[in-house]
């Protein structure tokens, strides 16, 4: 299964290394990875591949909302094909 992780918030140093090593520790594989930097607002989208997932979706989403809130970022995980779904005419 496959999974959009999205995190917005002021950029800094170290917002994808984080995100990528919490994806490491649970067996997710990063497959791909888009970002940007507007008037300092970090913006990143990564499409990720849970099938070797070691939590539950839901621990794993749970995690990463805590870590966004701890670093004043906002996370969002959701389910690729519920994404795909939400966004297609």
Not at 2 to 18: E, F, H, N, T
Not at 19 to 36: F, I, P
Request: charged share 15%; net charge negative.
């Amino acid at each position: 299964m496959k999974a959009v992780i999205s995190v917005i918030g002021q950029d800094r140093v170290g917002i994808l290394a984080m995100t990528a090593n919490v994806c490491a520790d649970h067996n997710v594989n990063v497959l791909e990875v888009s970002q940007t930097i507007l008037e300092g607002v970090f913006s990143m989208t990564m499409i990720v591949n849970l099938d070797q997932l070691n939590i539950t979706m839901d621990e794993f989403a749970s995690e990463f909302e805590a870590i966004g809130e701890q670093n004043n970022l906002v996370i969002r995980v959701m389910n690729y094909e519920i994404f795909q779904a939400m966004h297609s005419i």
